[in-house]
Every structure is written in C-alpha cells, then in structure tokens.
C-alpha cells in the first residue's frame, strides 16, 4: 500500500503547481478525511477521502474548485479473481491463487472503493476522487445532490457492485433484469461462459513458435 | 435543480394529479406510453416509459439493458490487444474513435509514445469516424421531424467516408485498427487524395443538409426552443461532446488537454451555441463535420514520414497503475480507466461512454414537453444504443 501512497511518488521532477494547489486546497477543507492522494504532475491526480466526508468532498470539488462538469462514478473490486482469467482446465482442480487485496494509486484500506472523476472546464483539468467501503453492507452516501449526473451512474453501481448509495431517490436495476441475483463485477462473480466452455482465445497469448517472450516486434 | 419554468411547474403538478390517475383540471385519466423498446422512432432498443396527461409529458424514464453485453467484465478476462475488439462495438458508426482512448491509456501505463506518423493518421481516421457517425446524424434528424429526403443523402455521402476507411482498415464498422505503439498498416497508395475529394464531397453535403434543413421554416419551428438544457444543468448530467457545446459550455477534449495526437497540428475551431434546444444541437454538429474536414485536409497536407509502429515486446504486458484517458468521440467523451496489475490484461476497465451520461438527461428535459417533441429531443440528444449499453 505505502508502495503507491503519496509518500514515495514517483520521481517527477516536474512541479506541478494547479494540481498541487488543488490538493494543498482540498487538504485545508477536509483535513483528516483526506486519506491519501497521488499526484503525476502534469498528468492527473487522485485523492482519497474517508466515507463519511464523500458527498462534502464533493461538494467542495464542485464549489471551492470550480470542478462543475460531471464526468463518471464507479467502484472498484480491489480483491484478485478467485477464478483468475476463467482459462482454467475444467477437468483439472482450479490452481491457488492469492485473494489478497492490493489497493491502488492514494491507497486504500477495504476490498472496495467508489471512485468518481470531475472536470473543471474553466481551468481544464480533472481530478479523480476515491473513497473505501466497508466491506461487510458496504454503503456510501449518494452524490445525487452534488451532481445529476450521479444518479445513473449511482444505480450501476449499486448493482454490478452491490454498493448502496444511501439518500438515492430511486436505487433500482438499470441494466439487469430487475430478479437478477448478484452483483457481476465483483471479482467472485464468475463469468458463466468461461465456466462452461474453455476460452478459445487462449491461443492468442501463447508464445509465438520460434518467438521468444519478450522479444520485440520486427 | 434549480432551473424551474412555468411549464416545468405545471408539468409538476400534472404528474401529482396522474398520480391519482385523474387530471383536475381538464377531468382526464393519465395514461402511461411505453415508446420503444421497438419502435421506429428509437434507434436501437431504448425504451422510454412515459406518463401522459393529454399531450404532455408528465414523467419519462429511459429504460436501458436491452443490449447491455458486460463489456466491463469481459475485459477482465482479456488481454490488452483482445479489448480493441470489444470497444470496438460500443459506438459501432464511430468504431476506431473508441479504440483510441484505450490504446492511449494502455500506451500511457507502458510509456509507450506512438511515432509522428501513426499520431497523424490516427488522428484521421478518429475525424473520418466522426465524419461517418456525424453524418447520419444531420440526415436522421429530418426523419425524426418528418423529412424523409436527408436521410438518403446522408447514407449516400457517409458511404464515401466509409469506403475510405475501409481502404485503409479493411472495415466499414470495426476496423480493429488501433494498436499499442502505432497502427497496424501505412496508408494505401493513392489514398490521400481520394481521402480529400472524399472530404469535399462532405463539404458540399453539409451545405445540402444546411440547405434542406437548417433553412427550412418546419424544421426551425420544431426544433427551435424545444428541448432546452441549460448550461448547470447539461454539466451536472455531465453531458459532453456537441450536446454540451449546444448548451453554451466551450469545452472540447482534443482542444483541452495533452494527448499524444495531432489535433493541435491544425488550425480549426470549437463552436458552440447558447440556446441549448435541439436547433443548436444540429447545429453545432453540422459545423462540427465542416471542421473535421478542414482537420483532415491539413493533417494529410502536412504528413510526416516515418515508422507506424514504435518497438513495443510481442507480449504485451502493462505495467501496474491505474490511468485514465478521454477523448471527444463523435457522441461527446469517451473514456476508460484501466487499471493494470502487471498482466497480460487489465484488471479493471471503467468504460466512460458518453450516450450514457447524455441520456440521463433525457428524464428531465422531457418533463413538461410535447409527445412529438419526444422524438425530436431523443433524436437530437444523439444517442448509439450500444453507447448506452456497452
């Protein structure tokens, strides 16, 4: 974790001084509830907030830095698939395979994140906000009433991941069927089709004949 | 929301009294419209469930999954060059527009940078599939309204653009083209200057459409003031693209940011409009295509020499991190999060797609509007079903 937390950024030595004004700014207003941040300077940023300061980190992105173009929310399942890239042999026992979460850029403490991006259209530059969930209920507050947009993005959420989205007006399927069980991009869901068939594509990533496995391209 | 006109009130309160399935005012019984999920209207299978107090929209829901295919999950199990053929099909009249902000962010965690020449013609054919995508837009927008002749001129000269594409890709819809580090082919010979007849052609297309269109008093009359968004209101829905441009916001990805293409090797502009209805959709569009092609022009006046291809392993696999890269597809901002552990193929892909957000929209700018109305908005508003779906 500490490995890509803010603490040893890569070594750019570029400085940045919106992006690392915006986060000094954001650091001011939230003070503890920013868990973490991750700067590439020039490039993009990321910062952590603790759960509880989700929707005023939003609101202050929105208000204080000018952030008022809504661009998506979404989670991430940080735990590595049980079921690997479904290329299992069937008719051999499935290969162990570590479970252990490995959080991202400005770190992370549980298997799930939300993690939503914003624009500022008159300063021209994004920023990507990050918060945990608990792991057991995960919930998180709704954004529906920082941004609109949210609402959307909200509901798919909250059933590929199974995320509630506390406060949300109407947390129904979007894209599923509305018995559906489950929540498909968590990493234990399986992909049913790789269970039933073997993925022919699995050639494809094989060593070339002759080739070897780092070589380059003529 | 803050922006509440009078109609919007009354459509409030319309919706309170279809609620008891009785209208007050005018004695009548709410009725409940599904228009689509097959309906000629719709493009794809979107549906729109809507509440009607006479005329008038009370309430609309767009329902979606019709065509929802898992992309997000199916990249997991894929390695990085396998993902192209997937996305490929999210915007399926812009396909190589979607390969490229994927190949970008790949590029980005590998820091790989594609040669000057693979920069270019990429960047062509992005403009060459917004040409075709844009352009059966400003035909099917006169369908929508009632004028069946655009659509056909609008097929005819598309048909151009993607024989053009075909000629370089060999694929009118996928051409699976993109590649990390480059392209997979040069140009044909003799390419370029078809490419520019081609984009004369469009030129002269476009002021038919402004011609047939744009002049026409029928046209002006349904689309003028219909369909309003407001500037707030089109940027917290996070509409993008010639949607958000319509609605006053000037903001256009390739002008905006750093990418590794060529769009600030020409000289072009970003228009927008401040009404915000269903005029200045079209409108903005129509001038976007124009642009486009002066963008091409150049870019194949000035190409430069040089490989197509930088030296990337055979094997492609993306170092650990996370990145994030849009671009202004033909439909507004297309992105995707990748975040690679270190294999053959990403860990998690969050696909941005534009029609998603710009249809969200949909349930509050049809409040208080017109059943015909409906179509001329959906249309305008300018969604691929499969951009909504991925």
Same mark, same amino acid.
């Given at each position: 974790?500490?490995?890509?937390?803010?603490?040893?950024?890569?070594?750019?030595?570029?400085?940045?001084?919106? $992006?690392?004004?915006?986060?000094?700014?954001?650091?001011?207003?939230?003070?503890?509830?920013?868990?973490?941040?991750?700067?590439?300077?020039?490039?993009?940023?990321?910062?952590?907030?603790?759960?509880?300061?989700?929707?005023?980190?939003?609101?202050?992105?929105?208000?204080?830095?000018?952030?008022? *173009?809504?661009?998506?929310?979404?989670?991430?399942?940080?735990?590595?698939?049980?079921?690997?890239?479904?290329?299992? =042999?069937?008719?051999?026992?499935?290969?162990?395979?570590?479970?252990?979460?490995?959080?991202?850029?400005?770190?992370?403490?549980?298997?799930?994140?939300?993690?939503?991006?914003? *624009?500022?259209?008159?300063?021209?530059?994004?920023?990507?906000?990050?918060?945990?969930?608990?792991?057991?209920?995960?919930?998180?507050?709704?954004?529906?009433?920082?941004?609109?947009?949210?609402?959307?993005?909200?509901?798919?959420?909250?059933?590929?991941?199974?995320?509630?989205?506390?406060?949300?007006?109407?947390?129904?399927?979007?894209?599923?069927?509305?018995?559906?069980?489950?929540?498909?991009?968590?990493?234990?869901?399986?992909?049913?089709?790789?269970?039933?068939?073997?993925?022919?594509?699995?050639?494809?990533?094989?060593?070339?004949?002759?080739?070897?496995?780092?070589?380059?391209?003529? | 929301?803050?922006?509440?006109?009078?109609?919007?009130?009354?459509?409030?309160?319309?919706?309170?009294?279809?609620?008891?399935?009785?209208?007050?005012?005018?004695?009548?019984?709410?009725?409940?419209?599904?228009?689509?999920?097959?309906?000629?209207?719709?493009?794809?299978?979107?549906?729109?469930? @809507? $509440?009607?107090?006479?005329?008038?929209?009370?309430?609309?829901?767009?329902?979606?999954?019709?065509?929802?295919?898992?992309?997000?999950?199916?990249?997991?199990?894929?390695?990085?060059?396998?993902?192209?053929?997937?996305?490929?099909?999210?915007?399926?009249?812009?396909?190589?527009?979607?390969?490229?902000?994927?190949?970008?962010?790949?590029?980005?965690?590998?820091?790989?940078?594609?040669?000057?020449?693979?920069?270019?013609?990429? @960047?062509?054919?992005?403009?060459?599939?917004?040409?075709?995508?844009?352009?059966?837009?400003?035909? =099917?927008?006169?369908?929508?309204?009632?004028?069946?002749?655009?659509?056909?001129?609008?097929?005819?000269?598309?048909?151009?653009?993607?024989?053009?594409?075909?000629?370089?890709?060999?694929?009118?819809?996928?051409?699976?083209?993109?590649?990390?580090?480059?392209?997979?082919?040069?140009?044909?010979?003799?390419?370029?200057?078809?490419?520019?007849?081609?984009?004369?052609?469009?030129?002269?297309?476009?002021?038919?459409?402004?011609?047939?269109?744009?002049?026409?008093?029928?046209?002006?009359?349904?689309?003028?003031?219909?369909?309003?968004?407001?500037? =707030?209101?089109?940027?917290?829905?996070?509409?993008?693209?010639?949607?958000?441009?319509?609605?006053?916001?000037?903001?256009?990805?390739? $002008?905006?940011?750093?990418?590794?293409?060529?769009?600030?090797?020409?000289?072009?502009?970003?228009?927008?409009?401040?009404?915000?209805?269903?005029?200045?959709?079209?409108?903005?569009?129509?001038?976007?295509?124009?642009?486009?092609?002066?963008?091409?022009?150049?870019?194949?006046?000035?190409?430069?020499?040089?490989?197509?291809?930088?030296?990337?392993?055979?094997?492609?696999?993306?170092?650990?991190?996370?990145?994030?890269?849009?671009?202004?597809?033909?439909?507004?901002?297309?992105?995707?999060?990748?975040?690679?552990?270190?294999?053959?193929?990403?860990?998690?892909?969050?696909?941005?797609?534009?029609?998603?957000?710009?249809?969200?929209?949909?349930?509050?700018?049809?409040?208080?509007?017109?059943?015909?109305?409906?179509?001329?908005?959906?249309?305008?508003? *300018?969604?691929?079903?499969?951009?909504?779906?991925?």
């Amino acid at each position: 974790m500490s490995r890509l937390s803010s603490t040893d950024a890569p070594a750019a030595p570029a400085v940045d001084e919106l $992006r690392q004004g915006v986060l000094a700014r954001m650091q001011a207003s939230l003070g503890d509830a920013l868990a973490g941040s991750h700067l590439i300077p020039g490039d993009d940023l990321w910062m952590r907030v603790r759960a509880d300061a989700w929707v005023a980190a939003g609101e202050f992105v929105r208000d204080q830095l000018g952030c008022d *173009y809504f661009c998506f929310l979404s989670a991430i399942d940080w735990m590595p698939s049980p079921y690997g890239k479904g290329e299992d =042999d069937p008719t051999e026992p499935p290969p162990e395979r570590s479970t252990e979460t490995v959080p991202g850029y400005a770190g992370g403490d549980t298997r799930m994140q939300v993690f939503a991006r914003v *624009y500022s259209t008159k300063q021209r530059f994004g920023l990507t906000l990050k918060a945990d969930v608990a792991d057991d209920a995960p919930h998180i507050a709704s954004w529906t009433p920082v941004y609109a947009g949210a609402n959307w993005h909200e509901r798919e959420a909250w059933e590929m991941f199974g995320i509630t989205f506390d406060g949300h007006p109407n947390l129904t399927h979007i894209y599923l069927p509305g018995d559906f069980e489950g929540h498909p991009l968590r990493k234990d869901f399986p992909l049913l089709a790789r269970m039933v068939k073997p993925w022919p594509g699995i050639v494809d990533v094989e060593p070339m004949p002759g080739g070897e496995e780092t070589g380059e391209a003529e | 929301m803050t922006t509440v006109s009078d109609r919007r009130q009354l459509a409030y309160i319309a919706a309170q009294a279809s609620d008891a399935r009785i209208n007050v005012e005018l004695e009548t019984e709410g009725m409940t419209l599904n228009i689509g999920p097959q309906h000629p209207a719709t493009h794809g299978t979107l549906r729109i469930i @809507t $509440r009607l107090d006479g005329e008038m929209v009370v309430w609309a829901e767009p329902s979606c999954g019709y065509m929802h295919r898992g992309y997000e999950k199916l990249t997991e199990v894929r390695s990085f060059p396998q993902v192209t053929t997937l996305i490929n099909r999210i915007d399926w009249l812009g396909s190589f527009a979607n390969e490229v902000p994927f190949i970008l962010a790949a590029e980005k965690l590998m820091g790989v940078e594609a040669p000057a020449r693979a920069q270019y013609i990429r @960047t062509v054919l992005f403009e060459l599939s917004r040409i075709a995508n844009v352009s059966l837009f400003l035909g =099917d927008m006169g369908v929508q309204l009632g004028a069946i002749t655009p659509v056909f001129y609008a097929f005819r000269d598309r048909e151009h653009v993607l024989n053009q594409i075909e000629a370089v890709t060999g694929g009118r819809f996928h051409p699976n083209f993109d590649r990390i580090g480059g392209l997979k082919d040069d140009l044909p010979k003799g390419w370029i200057d078809e490419t520019k007849a081609t984009m004369d052609k469009m030129r002269s297309f476009c002021d038919e459409m402004e011609d047939l269109l744009v002049g026409n008093e029928i046209f002006i009359k349904r689309t003028r003031g219909v369909g309003v968004i407001p500037r =707030d209101v089109a940027l917290s829905f996070g509409l993008s693209g010639a949607n958000l441009r319509a609605s006053g916001v000037d903001w256009d990805l390739r $002008r905006d940011q750093k990418l590794p293409m060529a769009w600030d090797k020409a000289e072009w502009k970003v228009w927008t409009h401040p009404d915000g209805d269903c005029f200045a959709r079209y409108w903005v569009r129509l001038q976007e295509v124009r642009e486009s092609t002066r963008i091409i022009d150049q870019l194949l006046d000035s190409l430069p020499a040089g490989p197509i291809m930088a030296k990337v392993p055979r094997i492609i696999k993306v170092p650990e991190g996370e990145a994030w890269v849009s671009t202004e597809n033909p439909l507004g901002e297309m992105g995707y999060y990748v975040i690679s552990k270190g294999d053959t193929g990403p860990f998690r892909v969050k696909i941005r797609s534009a029609s998603f957000n710009n249809i969200s929209v949909a349930s509050w700018v049809l409040k208080g509007t017109f059943v015909p109305d409906v179509i001329t908005i959906l249309a305008s508003l *300018y969604f691929i079903l499969g951009d909504i779906d991925r």
